[in-house]
């Protein structure tokens, strides 16, 4: 990997809130059922200067999965659960109910567990899923992906921005004074611009989504996030063909992506962003396998710093980077899950003496 050529725009300037060195969280899927302890742990781990987020525990059963979580903020549409999964429907039932009851749960703990604590964590982190992949997941009343309809992708982006003002505004009533972070997760988007969503039936696949409405339909929920009172937002992507450049685009603030399989462009890609003053959420910690021993603190530091070092970045520019698993803990155990975060901090703790010098 050849070195760059630092780009000769300015990089924007930091928010004086934003700390100035690495920091760590996760993606917001956690094990179990209790999310009294899901807070209570992560709040723990995640302490200032690190970012602390709200888990979604899917164990819990239908409503508290991301989809359904996500759905439950929508404004003038309704879902509720069929065999085939969620389905937007005429009228709120029981699932959309026990969704949004589940999440109103979660956000009261967070209220009672700050309230407890001597010095809060400054940041607080939500997840949405994002307007693509919730049409992808969300079916028609006749059973089909609302993906496959314009109208129907139009209208579910519109509603989660629409939606979105209630959610923060719950979430700072919540947290006061803290920086809300917002990371809006698309783990479907390169099916969804490849044309390889299968359709309901499984017999075909349906349209790819052309790239400009997928740019446009962030920009409307990064928008409609930022009128809310979100202090950053980063947009989640798998590492295949990821789609960097329309994220920032749309205007997010920064792309959180696994580092695991990388391609040598996709470097330069974010290199660029972080010269621009974006932020990097780095995937370098790999969870795929619960049972397996976590990498080494050296080992995860080096599989950052050497790309970093390869392509001309200063060590004072480890400060745009977040250090997250590459995938949720759901499918962890709560102990393996907690061993995770302790290891995300360590490991931002190393970039840090490598910023330093």
Do not use: C
Request: glycine fraction near 8%; charged fraction near 20%; avoid cysteine.
């Amino acid at each position: 990997m050849a070195a760059r050529t630092p780009q000769t725009q300015k990089p924007q300037t930091q928010k004086p809130q934003e700390p100035a060195e690495v920091t760590a969280t996760a993606a917001g899927p956690w094990p179990g059922e209790d999310p009294v302890e899901a807070t209570r742990t992560v709040r723990g781990e995640l302490g200032s200067p690190h970012l602390p987020f709200l888990a979604e525990l899917p164990d819990r059963g239908v409503g508290s999965d991301a989809l359904g979580r996500t759905a439950s903020l929508l404004v003038d549409m309704s879902v509720d659960v069929q065999p085939y999964g969620w389905r937007i429907v005429d009228r709120p039932g029981k699932d959309l109910m026990r969704a949004r009851s589940a999440l109103s749960t979660d956000i009261n703990i967070l209220a009672d567990l700050i309230g407890a604590e001597d010095t809060p964590a400054a940041d607080v982190k939500v997840q949405l899923r994002g307007p693509l992949s919730l049409a992808a997941g969300l079916h028609l009343h006749h059973g089909e992906r609302a993906l496959i309809d314009y109208g129907a992708r139009r209208d579910i982006a519109a509603s989660l921005a629409a939606g979105v003002d209630g959610y923060l505004s719950r979430v700072a009533a919540a947290a006061p004074g803290a920086r809300i972070v917002v990371q809006i997760d698309e783990p479907e988007i390169a099916s969804v611009l490849a044309g390889t969503i299968p359709t309901s039936s499984g017999y075909r696949t349906l349209r790819s989504i052309p790239g400009q409405e997928i740019t446009d339909s962030w920009q409307l929920v990064i928008d409609a996030l930022r009128a809310a009172g979100a202090a950053e937002i980063v947009v989640s992507v798998a590492e295949v063909e990821a789609p960097f450049d329309r994220i920032l685009a749309a205007g997010a603030d920064g792309i959180a992506v696994p580092l695991r399989a990388l391609t040598s462009r996709q470097w330069e890609q974010l290199a660029g962003a972080v010269e621009a003053g974006k932020r990097l959420w780095a995937g370098a910690l790999d969870v795929a396998d619960p049972a397996a021993r976590l990498p080494r603190v050296s080992d995860v530091v080096d599989n950052v710093w050497r790309p970093w070092r390869q392509l001309g970045l200063p060590a004072s520019t480890l400060s745009a980077l977040r250090i997250t698993p590459s995938d949720g803990l759901a499918h962890h155990s709560p102990s393996s899950a907690t061993a995770v975060l302790t290891r995300l901090t360590q490991v931002a703790d190393g970039l840090n003496q490598l910023a330093l010098g």
